[in-house]
Structure formats: C-alpha cells, structure tokens
C-alpha cells in the first residue's frame, strides 16, 4: 500500500509563489510516474503537470506551462510541484498522485492519491 501526503498549499496573492510537497511512503515505492491534478469547486479534476519517476520528459497542461515547474527526489520519494505568477483561475484543492500506467495526463490512470491541498489566490 502506498500513501501519499501533500503539504505546501495556503493563501497567497496573484503574481505570488507557492511550492507543493507530495511525499510517498509504501514498500517498493517504484511508480511509472507521478502527477498532479486540481480540482476548483463545481470543476472536474484536471490534469496539471506529471514526472517520470525514472527520469524523463516532463508534461504540463497548457494552462500552467511557463509558470509550473514539476520536480521529484527519488532517494526522498518526493515529488514536488513550484507555481509562479499565480492567477485567481489557479484557485483549486490540488492533488498529487501515483501511476503505474501510460496516459498521465488521465486521472483515472492514477491508483494512489493523497488527500489533497488548498491553493487560494487572490485577486
């Protein structure tokens, strides 16, 4: 069994900065990649950023290109997630997750999630 637990969300203005922490634990910790995802109320989850746990390209949605960065550190599995020049529309819970599938920009590809973090941005 994994278990995964997000830190690093809170209130912060537009334009601000925010660094979201995932950490894993469970035995063999060793999955195809890991991603985040955000849900804003009355909004489908949607896909933010993955990582090859393994090394590899990294992927964004378009809307967080430029201004996101994903980052992992396997000897801590860790998996990090920098957000710069934040916007209200960046308002959601995020949720970090664990793949052990292809299509990472799919939630239902994710069998392990975390319980989520709150982002709030002002305007």
């Known amino acids: 069994q994994v278990h995964l637990v997000e830190s690093g969300g809170g209130l912060v203005q537009a334009g601000g900065s925010l660094r979201l922490s995932c950490a894993a634990s469970?035995?063999?910790?060793?999955?195809?990649?890991m991603g985040w995802f955000r849900q804003a109320p009355g909004r489908e989850r949607e896909f933010v950023a993955a990582?090859?746990?393994?090394?590899?390209?990294?992927d964004y949605a378009d809307s967080v290109k430029g201004r996101f960065t994903i980052s992992r550190d396997n000897p801590k599995n860790t998996v990090y997630l920098q957000m710069n020049s934040l916007k209200p529309e960046d308002t959601a819970v995020y949720y970090c997750?664990?793949?052990?599938?292809?299509?990472?920009?799919?939630?239902?590809?994710?069998?392990?999630w975390g319980q989520g973090t709150q982002v709030t941005v002002s305007s």
């Open positions: 997750a664990a793949t052990y599938g292809g299509r990472w920009q799919q939630y239902y590809e994710y069998r392990y």
């Open positions: 469970g035995r063999s910790f060793s999955p195809n990649a």
């Open positions: 990582i090859p746990w393994g090394g590899g390209t990294t």
